[in-house]
């Protein structure tokens, strides 16, 4: 599976078509349609991982989602204060307490 397959992949379960997620990332039609002949750009990929809620590891190389789920909770986590952060990591440990 590549780049673009994942992309389709994603917008099949978002419920929406490639068009609606180039109109979304400020993209030019069928830019995303022509990511089986080429690789895109850095921000491109960045754009269209940020839409679909997933990371440019899981786009390009099909990257364990979960593992991406992770990262996706530490970039949103990044500006949080000491406090909440706290408070998040007590809520992870009382949720794996509770399996």
Known sequence: MNTLDRVKKLV??????????????GLGNGTISRWDKSLP????LQ???????TTIDYLVSGEDEE??????IA?????????????INSM????????
């Open 67 to 72: 593992n991406a789920k992770a990262k996706i």
């Open 12 to 25: 099949a379960t978002k419920g929406i078509s490639l068009a609606e997620l180039e109109r979304r990332t």
């Open 75 to 87: 970039r949103n986590a990044s500006s949080l204060t000491d406090e909440q952060l706290d408070l």
């Open 47 to 53: 754009r269209v991982a940020k839409e679909l809620g």
């Open 92 to 99: 992870i440990e009382h949720l794996k307490s509770n399996k």
């Open 41 to 44: 750009t850095g921000d491109k």
